[in-house]
């Protein structure tokens, strides 16, 4: 749990921290600023904070904590406070005389390493509206600086308290705003002086320690979820993409002691079935029991198109996947609303839409790798150099949504005739028949059927002599789409971050994602079973039994997301359910 403790001068603000810590064992005090020789009463201040705090404490003096934040991702710590560590680094930067100096790179490079702690985490800072600030440009350069990293760091915590005489208020997420945002940031110029933050943020500020509020009986339906704002990288050149590291599985530890805890919840045990193991999943990948909420769950949407579409193997023409990624990209699609529904992020990506979007900005364009895929009946989907450079891409994106603070992932697809290559692909790592893993996709009728069923045929005569060359596999017979997808989740697992598998074309990508990360699918989960007759082989070659099945079959990520609320009622379960001790009720032992 990483939350932002907010307040005013001698308001009890560290001392809630310290309490928000109370259980977490050895703790990490990372402290922003030193003490200076000639100051007796900062002195006094500094001793009299440490004295309050147990030897678990261990003190850390620190310029730079991002750097202390990296060093150990799982600690416990305490970084008091923001206050101090800006003054520093405007310092540094001399922009206290130069109002033109930016200080974004030292506050991005600290929220990342905030949005990557896996570990307790408490921040201090002083909440700029709470106080007086200097009519001086140097008081208006430090009130408007740390209200804006105070509105950036709220974004990639877990949770906002604020605490004003004593007395804490935990704050509501505000998703409408994204991070940078003048909306986000238009408050930073609340009066505050330089000289009374800084003197606020020394440690020892504090005196009265602040019980927490007692959680409202809706506490889990009110948590706070986090939009991720995806931020593109370089674009890989694709050397070497298809090598991966091996893959660790979630924590077995975790695990049992998720399943212990689910014996001391008041309900007769197994009773919850599939939520039971949804929560110790969820705790494995985290390594944490209870686990963490999931605050920041992340779709990202391929889209592509192929070849074998302009043949007439599916109910619409090609020209719709650029026409309904701009519908994603809007707002407007079926993944938009399930994904406002659990609070997730969507994302855009056109890798290989045969027609250029009319709206770039809007659509994450930046790893295109081409306009359509090659015809998968004559084994020329992809050149290897392009399989190649989708699967870095995919890699890319995983790693930039998880870097942004994604805490789990899910690849939704886009592209006409889609269920074509990934039919294929199923049919061919699980040596099926082409005629028994066809199915109707958008609705096509008996005579595309037919085009379809010759078109897979051909394909997987291409295909199986690569059945174990997953790179091979993915350029004769696959698309770029479905190799960014593979790339994606093989990386989500190299990253230790959970995913829901979504429909027919996404577990396609995620059976060629095993063979190349072997292990990988310890990360994932079945969102729900399609309709489609090759989703079934798909699944069962992975091991994996769908959270849900409701005749789905539109792709986009929208059974994942359906699953997804199941998933997040799950960690609910283990987080807030009361156990029989404290309920008072008797376990029937």
């Given at each position: ?88 680094v ?39 509206g ?30 906002v308290?604020l ?12 998703t ?7 909306a ?31 959680p ?36 077995h ?32 990948c ?25 043949d ?10 650029a ?5 994603i ?9 399930l994904?406002?529904r ?34 998968l ?49 199923i ?7 082409p ?34 060359e ?11 789409d479905l190799a960014?997808?593979?790339?994606f ?12 598998l ?13 063979q ?32 849900l ?41």
């Open positions: 749990m990483r939350t932002l403790v907010l307040g005013g001068t001698r308001s009890g603000k560290s001392a809630h921290a310290e309490r928000l810590l109370a259980d977490a064992g050895e703790v990490r005090y990372l402290a922003t600023g030193s003490v200076p020789a000639d100051d007796a009463a900062w002195d006094a201040r500094v001793r009299a904070h440490r004295d309050r705090r147990p030897e678990r404490f261990r003190t850390v003096e620190t310029t730079d904590p991002a750097a202390q934040l990296r060093a150990d991702r799982t600690a416990a710590v305490l970084l008091d406070d923001l206050g101090t560590w800006l003054t520093g405007i310092d540094r930067a001399g922009a206290w005389e130069d109002q033109a100096v930016s200080v974004v790179d030292d506050v991005d490079e600290l929220c990342a390493a905030i949005a990557d702690h896996r570990g307790e985490l408490a921040i201090v800072s002083p909440e700029v709470l106080s007086v600030v200097a009519p001086t440009a140097a008081g208006r350069r430090f009130a408007d600086e740390l209200g804006a990293l105070n509105a950036r760091v709220a974004r990639v915590v877990d949770s308290r605490v004003v005489a004593g007395r804490v208020l935990d704050l509501p997420a505000d409408a705003n994204p991070v940078g945002s003048d986000a940031e238009s408050d930073t110029a609340e009066s505050h002086t330089a000289s009374s933050a800084i003197a606020d943020s020394a440690p020892g500020t504090s005196a009265t320690a602040v019980p927490a509020p007692a409202s009986p809706d506490a889990a339906q009110a948590h706070e979820m986090r939009t991720v704002e995806f931020v593109p990288r370089a674009v890989p050149d694709g050397t070497d993409a298809e090598v991966f590291v091996a893959i660790d599985p979630p924590d530890e975790t695990v049992a002691l998720a399943e212990a805890r689910q014996l001391t919840l008041t309900k007769p045990p197994g009773s919850l079935g599939l939520l039971e193991e949804l929560g110790a999943w969820v705790s494995a985290q390594s944490e029991c209870p686990p963490r909420r999931l605050s920041a769950p992340a779709v990202a949407v391929f889209a592509g198109d192929h070849g074998v579409a302009r007439g193997v599916s109910a619409y023409p090609p020209a719709v996947t026409q309904m990624i701009a519908n990209a809007a707002g407007g699609a079926a993944v938009n609303v994904a406002r659990v609070g997730a992020s969507v994302h855009a990506f056109d890798i290989a839409a045969d027609i250029d979007l009319s709206d770039p900005d809007a659509v994450v364009t930046d790893y295109k790798v081409r306009h359509s895929s090659g015809d009946r004559r084994g020329e989907a992809l050149t290897i150099a392009e399989a190649r450079r989708a699967v870095a891409a995919g890699r890319a994106i995983a790693d930039g949504l998880v870097d942004s603070g994604a805490d789990l992932l899910i690849a939704g697809d886009m592209g006409i005739g889609n269920t074509t290559p990934a039919a294929v692909l049919g061919t790592i699980a040596d099926k028949e005629v028994v893993v066809v199915g109707r996709g958008t609705g096509i009728d008996d005579e595309t059927w037919i085009r379809k069923t010759a078109a897979i045929r051909d394909g997987m005569r291409f295909g199986r002599r690569y059945r174990n997953p790179l091979a596999l993915l350029a004769a017979v696959g698309g770029a960014a997808m593979a790339g989740y093989a990386q989500a697992a190299v990253r230790r971050t959970p995913v829901i979504d429909g027919v074309v996404t577990t396609a990508a995620a059976l060629v994602a095993e190349m990360a072997p292990g990988a699918s310890s990360w994932w989960r079945a969102g729900h079973q399609s309709t489609e007759p090759a989703h079934a082989f798909a699944l069962k070659s992975l091991g994996l039994e769908p959270i099945d409701l005749s789905m079959r539109l792709g986009e990520g929208t059974g994942a997301l359906t699953a997804l609320s199941v998933v997040m009622s799950a960690v609910d379960i283990l987080i807030d359910m009361a156990t029989f001790d404290e309920a008072g009720v008797s376990d029937g032992a």
